[in-house]
């Protein structure tokens, strides 16, 4: 069965401090590991794609990795606008576009 | 990638009315989803709604409760129906668009925050 799994549930930083967010996953056949971030009360907000092991996508003070067991979140040097819940959903070859998401993880930045 | 909205963003009902949920989007779009997020949880996948056809619904989600409507390729509609405290969620409309060949992106709304006393 497909699974996602992500660690930890709330993480608090003080600006300026970078950080990992993990999320675990059990596949078969991965077509694509999703990251969004939500605001309270709103949608998520698209941030990245991944295929395939060894990729990496950037943006900003984001960058997301994928191995074949597990995607990470790196914050670089966070500032307080990025306080959100990250989530990470994937789409495996059988789940017919039907995404499997995780719990999320709740990122307060302090000032 | 399309910008999506929903009316209403948010609604406080009584149990045992219904309440309909807009989508749309400003460009055609084969799928749309409907997804529920409860407090503190993450996304659940409601049912998948193409236009010309029924609603496809995941388990545990029956159409008698939240029944769909998809008249064209830019709208859609989703009624929560005899509420219950327990419907009290954000729900959420997305929608696919390829990248490149590769496995389509899932873009969400801005959701409706419903409340249901």
């Known amino acids: 069965e497909d699974q996602v799994t992500q660690s930890p549930e709330a993480l608090r930083l003080q600006e300026g401090e970078s950080s990992s967010l993990n999320c675990s996953y059990t596949?078969?056949?991965?077509?694509?590991l999703f990251w969004y971030r939500q605001d309270p009360g709103k949608g998520p907000e698209f941030l990245f794609t991944?295929?395939?092991?060894?990729e990496e996508k950037e943006k900003e003070r984001l960058k997301a990795t994928l191995t074949k067991k597990e995607s990470f979140l790196h914050i670089t040097a966070p500032k307080p606008e990025d306080s959100a819940t990250y989530l990470c959903?994937?789409?495996?070859?059988?789940?017919?576009?039907?995404?499997?998401w995780g719990l999320g993880t709740s990122l307060a930045v302090n000032p | 990638s399309a910008v999506i909205s929903q009316k209403p963003s948010r609604d406080i009902c009584q149990r045992g009315t219904s309440l309909t949920i807009q989508c749309q989007v400003d460009?055609?779009?084969?799928?749309m989803f409907w997804y529920r997020q409860q407090p503190g949880q993450s996304l659940t996948l409601i049912a998948t709604?193409?236009?010309?056809?029924?609603?496809?619904?995941e388990s545990g989600f029956v159409i008698d409760k939240f029944p769909i409507s998809r008249p064209n390729l830019t709208f859609s509609t989703l009624t929560v129906s005899n509420m219950s405290p327990e419907d009290s969620s954000i729900y959420l409309c997305?929608?696919?668009?390829?990248?490149?060949?590769?496995?389509?992106?899932?873009?969400f709304g801005p959701g409706t925050r419903l409340t249901v006393l």
């Open positions: 991944l295929y395939s092991a060894g």
């Open positions: 959903a994937l789409r495996g070859a059988g789940n017919n576009r039907k995404l499997i």
């Open positions: 709604a193409n236009q010309g056809s029924e609603a496809t619904y």
């Open positions: 997305s929608i696919t668009q390829g990248s490149l060949g590769h496995t389509d992106t899932q873009y």
């Open positions: 596949v078969s056949g991965l077509r694509g």
């Open positions: 460009s055609q779009v084969t799928m």
